[in-house]
């Protein structure tokens, strides 16, 4: 099956820094791969995602990069603000429509 | 607005005492699912229902069932909660497979 590791667990950064977040999966079948910002008490958002035939989007402060042939993708905010601050999954989904969660990234921004 | 709701927003119930949760979608997405989510853990999928089909995680314990009536509607539930079953009980929606989930807000449990 697939395995979804993310790194790291914990960020801190000042705010207008930037912050990355990287997931590294195992199965080649995965092709979809969207990431989640979950805040204190709500279920998680779709922030931005990435399918396998892209190398990079993205959307103003957010972008993905995806690097099949090494197996990882990456999440980059820029221009950090305090509202970035919350816990962030990567998930992958393999064209058997398993979908796996990384193990999620505390954010913390610093005004 | 269309979105994914969750009722109720926090259960207690007692070991042992089935429990239900609900979720509601307007999105009228295809596809619907539901997570389990302990403390400072990601999102654990136990089963989704691609229409009317259903799909169990292999890991899925036997004591989570799960009802989707019609398309806007599915229904979780606990036949015998144990105090290991105290979690975060997320719904999604996607409209298909391979696209963007919606997540309700989640019921929080607590067995007592």
């Known amino acids: 099956g697939e395995n979804v590791e993310q790194h790291p667990s914990t960020l801190s950064v000042q705010e207008g820094d930037s912050a990355v977040i990287k997931c590294t999966y195992s199965?080649?079948?995965?092709?979809?791969f969207p990431w989640y910002k979950q805040e204190l008490g709500k279920g998680p958002q779709l922030i931005i995602d990435?399918?396998?035939?892209?190398g990079e989007k993205k959307d103003q402060r957010i972008a993905v990069t995806l690097n099949k042939t090494a197996k990882h993708f990456s999440l980059h905010i820029t221009e950090t603000q305090p509202e970035d601050s919350a816990v962030y999954f990567c998930?992958?989904?393999?064209?058997?429509?398993?979908?796996?969660f990384g193990t999620g990234t505390s954010l913390t921004v610093i005004p | 607005d269309a979105m994914v709701i969750q009722n109720p927003r926090y259960q207690v119930t007692q070991f042992g005492k089935p429990v239900t949760l609900s979720c509601s979608q307007t999105l009228n997405h295809n596809v619907m699912y539901w997570y389990q989510q302990k403390s400072s853990q990601a999102p654990k999928l136990l089963f989704h229902?691609?229409?009317?089909?259903?799909?169990n995680e292999a890991d899925t314990p036997d004591n989570f069932q799960s009802r989707r009536p019609n398309t806007s509607f599915c229904f979780l539930d606990i036949r015998s909660p144990g105090l290991g079953d105290a979690a975060m009980y997320l719904c999604?929606?996607?409209?298909?497979?391979?696209?963007?989930?919606?997540f309700g807000p989640g019921t929080r449990l607590t067995v007592l």
């Open positions: 998930a992958a989904i393999n064209t058997g429509n398993q979908f796996y």
């Open positions: 999604a929606t996607s409209r298909d497979l391979h696209n963007e989930q919606f």
């Open positions: 990435i399918r396998s035939n892209v």
């Open positions: 229902y691609y229409d009317k089909d259903f799909n």
């Open positions: 199965d080649s079948a995965s092709n979809y």
